[in-house]
Every structure is written in structure tokens, then in C-alpha cells.
């Protein structure tokens, strides 16, 4: 069974910088494209960002030049570097996972993790 953890989330000062990670179990990661989504309180789900087998990326315009995705295959673990990070930053991070690319980035890949709580406050 596929699984995909993330961690990496807490209480961050605004201005400051935090690193998710999505480790993923079973052998689905070096074919799969890689996505972090944000759901704030609320508000309904975002793509964050994306990242293909290739390594092309594609972000929100929201996060662009603060945030970085990228993915280490030997590890099969994909990262979300977050930097100069914003109260609106504030929700819970979700990474996902399919070999379709279309599926990611509408949302409806087929692995999801749990999920970690990412907020940024003074």
C-alpha cells in the first residue's frame, strides 16, 4: 500500500522559513509527479506546487520566488522550501502523488497524505 507522510510543519515568525517533506512508501515515487496543496480554514484547496519526474516545476503565483519544490529520488522524499513566509501562508500542507500530471494538478491524484499544519504568526 502507498502511503505519503509529510512533516516539517510548525509555528513559524512571518519573515521566517520552514521545509516540508512527503516521504512516499512503495514504489509509485520515481514515476510519479509530486504536488503540494494548502488548505487554509475556510477556504477550499490550492495548488501550491508541482513537480514532474523531470524536475519542471510549476507554483502558484502566490508562492512564486518564496517557495521552491524539488524531489530527491534516491530518497523518495519531495521537499517544499518555504521562505519569507506570510500569515496568509498559514494551513494545513498536503503533498500527493499520480502519473498523471493533469490528475495533480486539478487535485484528484490518486495518494494523498495526512497532511501537516504549517502556521506563520508573531
Known amino acids: 500500500q502507498v502511503q505519503l507522510v509529510e512533516s516539517g510543519g510548525g509555528l513559524v515568525q512571518p519573515g521566517g522559513s520552514l521545509r516540508l517533506s512527503c516521504a512516499a512508501s512503495?514504489?509509485?515515487?520515481?514515476?510519479?509527479?509530486m504536488g503540494w496543496y494548502r488548505q487554509a480554514p475556510g477556504k477550499q484547496r490550492e495548488l501550491v506546487a508541482a513537480?514532474?519526474?523531470?524536475?519542471?516545476?510549476t507554483y502558484a503565483d502566490s508562492v512564486k520566488g518564496r517557495f521552491t519544490i524539488s524531489r530527491d529520488n534516491a530518497k523518495n522524499t519531495a521537499y517544499l522550501r518555504m521562505n519569507s513566509l506570510k500569515p496568509e501562508d498559514t494551513a494545513v500542507y498536503y503533498c500527493?502523488?499520480?502519473?498523471?500530471?493533469?490528475?495533480?494538478?486539478?487535485?484528484?491524484?490518486?495518494?494523498w497524505g495526512q497532511g501537516t499544519q504549517v502556521t506563520v504568526s508573531s
Open positions: 500527493s502523488a499520480d502519473s498523471d500530471l493533469i490528475k495533480v494538478l486539478r487535485g484528484t491524484g490518486n495518494y
Open positions: 512503495g514504489s509509485i515515487f520515481g514515476s510519479s509527479i
Open positions: 513537480i514532474t519526474t523531470g524536475g519542471s516545476t
